[in-house]
T-cell receptor, first 110, second 119 residues
Framework: GEDVEQSLFLSVREGDSSVINCTYT??????LYWYKQEPGAGLQLLTY?????DMKQDQRLTVLLNKKDKHLSLRIADTQTGDSAIYFC??????????FGKGNQVVVIP | GAVVSQHPSWVICKSGTSVKIECRSL??????MFWYRQFPKQSLMLMAT?????????EQGVEKDKFLINHASLTLSTLTVTSAHPEDSSFYIC???????????????FGPGTRLTVL
């Protein structure tokens, strides 16, 4: 099955940009997603990218996909305190299944 | 739209008792729902896929007799943790895929989770 890896922790000053990285193993994943989880809550879909795209921008979020290296990143511009959360990347495994990374905790320092 | 609720949001029970957790899609029909388990500071682990009107498909290593899943309608799936033990304490999250996919391809909508603590 798919194996998705993420780094664990990132602290960033309010107003700076933050970048979270993720690698995956299954090159046939057609969709890759970024989810946000706030404390004690479920997951909220932030954005996604189709596998034939290199980049997708959605307001403050920029997703970059390097299919050759199976590397996915999420850049948050002008990071705000409300962005403090755990961010999960996920890869579509097919058959309605998602493989999640371990998550990356982002702490925004005012 | 596309809201998924879970009830209860938290529950504390004694060892040996059974606990039922409900997952509802409030404004859409979901033929497929998923149950995940999340340990502190860890990722989501898929436990089972619940299909309306049929038996759930369990992931390897998940005991189907311990984690009973029922998906009796297009808007409700339940997870019953039978004879709960302290090691079953965890955060249980459900998700649902809308019957009509007019949103992000294959997007799953997640419930807020249920914190189970077994004493």
């Amino acid at each position: 099955g798919e194996d998705v890896e993420q780094s664990l922790f990132l602290s960033v000053r309010e107003g700076d940009s933050s970048v979270i990285n993720c690698t995956y193993t299954d090159s046939s994943s057609t969709y890759l997603y970024w989810y946000k989880q706030e404390p004690g809550a479920g997951l909220q879909l932030l954005t996604y990218i189709f596998s034939n795209m290199d980049m997708k921008q959605d307001q403050r979020l920029t997703v970059l996909l390097n299919k050759k290296d199976k590397h996915l990143s999420l850049r948050i511009a002008d990071t705000q305190t409300g962005d403090s959360a755990i961010y999960f990347c996920a890869a579509w495994e097919g058959n309605n299944r998602l493989a999640f990374g371990k998550g990356n905790q982002v702490v925004v320092i005012p | 739209g596309a809201v998924v609720s879970q009830h209860p949001s938290w529950v504390i029970c004694k060892s040996g008792t059974s606990v039922k957790i409900e997952c509802r899609s409030l404004d859409f029909q979901a033929t497929t729902m998923f149950w995940y388990r999340q340990f502190p500071k860890q990722s989501l682990m898929l436990m089972a896929t619940s299909n309306e009107g049929s038996k759930a498909t369990y992931e390897q290593g998940v005991e189907k007799d311990k984690f009973l899943i029922n998906h009796a309608s297009l808007t409700l799936s339940t997870l019953t943790v039978t004879s709960a033990h302290p090691e079953d304490s965890s955060f249980y999250i459900c998700s649902a895929i809308p019957h009509i996919r007019d949103r992000v391809q294959n997007e799953q909508f997640f419930g807020p989770g249920t914190r189970l603590t077994v004493l």
